[in-house]
Nanobody, 122 residues
């Protein structure tokens, strides 16, 4: 079982950039697909991005394409989400996830971090 700890959230202005990090412990992160989901106030959790074990394949939600970049460093058991051109609608709690597979439907995700809050002011 993997334990996931997110960091890097905070309050930024629209147009700014922010990098989230997720440190994995327990089962080695390199064994798993990793990714990010987010949950805005009053909304369901939604898929943001995933990255495969080697880092060669990534997948993004339409809302993230062109602005967010997911990457991983297996030597550090860490996955990152670089976010640029942030918008107020990106405000949410961002959750790091992992599993043998990570579907876009959050119901199918095995492992979750506790989340880190990103607030984007207009």
């Amino acid at each position: 079982q993997a334990q996931l700890v997110e960091s890097g959230g905070g309050l930024v202005q629209a147009g700014a950039s922010l990098r989230l990090s997720c440190a994995a412990s327990g089962r080695t992160a390199s064994y798993y697909v990793m990714g990010w989901f987010r949950q805005a106030p009053g909304k369901e959790r939604e898929f943001v991005a995933t990255i495969n074990r080697s880092g060669s394949i990534t997948d993004y939600a339409d809302s993230a394409k062109g602005r967010f970049t997911i990457s991983r460093d297996n030597a550090k058991n860490t996955v990152y989400l670089q976010m640029t051109s942030l918008k107020p609608e990106d405000t949410a709690v961002y959750y790091c996830v992992s599993g043998a597979v990570v579907p876009r439907d959050y119901h199918g995700v095995n492992y979750w971090g506790k989340g880190t809050l990103v607030t984007v002011s207009s």
